[in-house]
């Protein structure tokens, strides 16, 4: 099978791990530079180089390089180029236009909003355009084709508005050159207030199941929207539990996404259930480590990985759980981290990864694209677990030299 992940992608060692424990034979299909591929450790796994900023030349690539009995995509940027290719392959896989419309927030919005699926009311701003809206303040501006809350930024005025799109085209100045006009595009959007959850779908054949229901404790309102704790199962009444699942597989299906892993992210407030995202894919970073099924402690990449080879899956989530994102506090090189020992050992945590290396540059939001590292915890009860989390989390001191 064919994972296919950006150059410095957290999800690849996950998902082969998984495969290896299927048996089945994984391949790492990635966009580094073909010169620096003779250094990858093609004694661990197979690789492949994919142009993954051109999904028609990427998927003729793929077919070319087959035969693969599924294709993965592990984020954002590789969705459409797995659908792609699995159609070309005839195997399971989203039609890639779905998939197209997951990745970019200005066709999701426009297909959510022809569908009658709530979400918040939006503008698009064009390229070179002077930054203004005709929506009510608050609003939150964000690029159309970054995730992981990059770029995205509250403003609350008109002079907020326009710091916030000179921030946001400056972020995207140092992307790849794009012929695709979205790629310049900015999304304004009416800011949804109260709390915000996420959650994880797997279809197959249009069918859905739960897979995980994500509380996020920590109030995400701005400037920026760094997040930080996940916790399952939800603290939510039933009923609004019920209605938020239903709101995800309406949006699933206004998309035209029928197949894989779905990651979705919603506001719950005075105005109802308002979808935010909607990705055709798994839960990004380390955080799908944090979801075991069944009592063979089934991990997330595996249920994704036996979907799309059409084996029947009936994911029963054990227990309560939770991640947090460790955050980076500010810019600089990062020194070191210090307290991981101490917070390995408070109760109920799992596991504590540190991501990052030392020497890193580190960047926050809005500009950077990643966190410092992941906190896993597990216990009986959903408040348990995020206590367990931040008691951890104090005791971990981030130590950063400033950039001269």
Request: hydrophobic share 45%; charged share 20%; proline share 7%.
């Amino acid at each position: 099978m064919l994972i296919l992940a950006r150059g410095g992608s957290y999800r690849v060692d996950d998902f082969v791990a998984a495969a290896r424990r299927l048996g089945v034979e994984p391949v790492v299909g990635t966009d580094r530079c073909h010169q620096l591929a003779e250094l990858w450790d093609a004694t661990q796994f197979g690789s492949l180089e994919v142009p993954l900023d051109d999904p028609e030349a990427a998927a003729a690539k793929i077919v070319a390089s087959g035969p693969f009995a599924a294709v993965i995509a592990t984020d954002d940027t590789t969705s459409e180029v797995a659908a792609r290719a699995a159609s070309l392959l005839g195997l399971r896989g989203n039609a890639w236009e779905a998939a197209r419309r997951a990745g970019n927030k200005r066709l999701l919005r426009e297909a959510l909003a022809a569908a009658g699926v709530a979400s918040p009311i939006h503008e698009i701003l064009e390229p070179g355009a002077v930054p203004a809206t005709t929506l009510a303040y608050p609003v939150v501006c964000k690029p159309l084709g970054l995730s992981a809350s990059r770029g995205v930024i509250r403003a609350d005025s008109d002079e907020e508005l326009l710091h916030a799109v000179t921030r946001i085209r400056a972020i995207l100045a140092h992307l790849r050159p794009s012929d695709d006009a979205d790629a310049r595009r900015v999304l304004i959007e009416r800011f949804a207030p109260g709390p915000e959850v996420a959650v994880e779908l797997l279809l197959q054949q249009g069918r859905p199941s739960l897979l995980a229901f994500f509380d996020k404790p920590d109030p995400l309102d701005g400037p920026f929207f760094e997040e930080t704790i996940y916790v399952t199962p939800s603290r939510h009444p039933a009923e609004l539990v019920t209605k938020v699942i239903k709101t995800v597989v309406a949006a699933a299906a206004a998309l035209g996404l029928t197949e894989g892993p779905i990651h979705a992210e919603l506001r719950l407030g005075p105005d109802g259930v308002q979808v935010i995202e909607v990705a055709a894919r798994s839960i990004g970073g380390l955080c799908g480590r944090v979801l075991r099924f069944g009592l063979g402690a089934t991990s997330l990449e595996e249920l994704v990985i036996s979907a799309a080879l059409g084996h029947a899956v009936d994911p029963v989530l054990v227990g309560a759980a939770g991640v947090l994102m460790i955050p980076i506090p500010r810019g600089g090189v990062l020194k070191a981290v210090h307290g991981v020992p101490d917070a390995r050992t408070v109760t109920h945590i799992e596991d504590l990864v540190i991501t990052a290396q030392p020497g890193e540059l580190l960047l926050p939001l809005p500009e950077g694209n990643r966190y410092l590292g992941f906190v896993f915890a597990r216990a009986d009860e959903p408040a348990t677990v995020e206590n367990a989390l931040r008691k951890a989390h104090d005791k971990l001191v981030v130590e950063l030299t400033p950039v001269l």
